[in-house]
């Protein structure tokens, strides 16, 4: 799966808010590397435009 066992991953999770509920998401670089192991066609398409958003995310934290 490319990620740890969900006891260890729920943890480090984010909370977001989506329709006025909280809710945990995986950091995007955990998500990534999740998509890069399970090597699914799908999951290959949507790599670049993941990794592209968290090249950004980085640059706009080094510049704060």
Known sequence: SGTASFRTE???A???QWNGIEIKVLPLER???SKEAA???KDH???PLLRDIAASRKRL???R
């Open 39 to 41: 090597g699914r066609d």
């Open 61 to 63: 934290r080094i510049r």
């Open 10 to 12: 729920y943890p480090r």
């Open 14 to 16: 984010n909370v977001a």
């Open 45 to 47: 398409a949507v790599l």
């Open 31 to 33: 998500i990534i590397r």
